[in-house]
Nanobody, 124 residues
Framework: QVQLGESGGRWVQAGGSLRLSCAAF????????VAWFRQSPGREREFVAG????????YHADSVKGRFTISGDTAKNTVNLQMDSLEPEDTAVYYC?????????????????WGQGTQVTVSS
């Protein structure tokens, strides 16, 4: 079992950048696929980006492609989400999630482990 903890969320102005980090406790990420999801009030939790350590591939949702980049840091055992050109529509609680295996599904139900979330607020 792996425990996840997110950090890096805060208030930022539109056009700015943030870097979120997801740390794993108890296991290394090497056996997992890791993804970032986000949820804003009144909306369903949605997939943002995912990474498969074993396959060495990443996948980004169309809504963030070209602005957000997911990456893994093996030495620190973290998965990071670099967010640039932020828009007010990016305001949400951002969650880190993990699942065993090499696939990167965009379905919330496919992930077994979740962090507590970190709030990102983008003002216009």
């Amino acid at each position: 079992q792996v425990q996840l903890g997110e950090s890096g969320g805060r208030w930022v102005q539109a056009g700015g950048s943030l870097r979120l980090s997801c740390a794993a406790f108890g296991r290394t990420f090497s056996s997992y696929s890791v993804a970032w999801f986000r949820q804003s009030p009144g909306r369903e939790r949605e997939f943002v980006a995912g990474l498969s350590w074993r396959r060495g591939i990443t996948y980004h949702a169309d809504s963030v492609k070209g602005r957000f980049t997911i990456s893994g840091d093996t030495a620190k055992n973290t998965v990071n989400l670099q967010m640039d050109s932020l828009e007010p529509e990016d305001t949400a609680v951002y969650y880190c999630a993990a699942r065993s295996g090499t696939l990167i599904p965009d379905d919330v139900a496919a992930y077994d482990y979740w962090g507590q979330g970190t709030q990102v607020t983008v003002s216009s």
